[in-house]
């Protein structure tokens, strides 16, 4: 199993920046890929970015040359950048793993078997 730990989340007001981390521990050599999701009140948890162990990166379109997702193998530790930041982004955001490829199914919620808490991002206007 993998173990997954989110922090970075926080609240700004819209136009402004958070860096989120995901701190992973236990079997992480057999997790292919890596990847953010959110979750809003009364919304569906939806797939934000991914990163596979190959340092190949997806983005939903909504996120797209704002968001950037990258790993540390040193650290073990996967980040998401946040940039001008909306206030419809408000959300749980979470960090999951998978031992299959990203692919195409990169932002398939049950694809993925290894979940953190989630860290609280809030985005005023």
């Known amino acids: 199993q993998v173990y997954l730990a989110e922090s970075g989340g926080g609240s700004v007001q819209a136009g402004g920046s958070l860096r989120l981390s995901c701190a992973a521990s236990?079997?992480?050599?057999?997790?292919?890929?890596f990847a953010w999701f959110r979750q809003a009140p009364g919304q569906r948890r939806e797939g934000v970015a991914s990163?596979?162990?190959?340092?190949?990166?997806t983005y939903a379109d909504s996120v797209k040359g704002r968001f950037l997702i990258s790993r540390d193998n040193a650290d073990n530790t996967v980040y998401l950048q946040m940039d001008r930041l909306k206030p419809e982004e408000t959300a749980m955001y979470y960090c999951?793993?998978?031992?299959?490829?990203?692919?195409?199914?990169?932002?398939?919620?049950?694809?993925?078997?290894?979940w953190g808490q989630g860290t609280q991002v809030t985005v005023s206007s």
């Open positions: 999951a793993a998978k031992v299959s490829s990203c692919g195409t199914s990169w932002s398939e919620q049950w694809d993925y078997g290894d």
């Open positions: 236990g079997n992480i050599d057999r997790r292919e890929c």
């Open positions: 990163v596979s162990s190959g340092d190949v990166t």
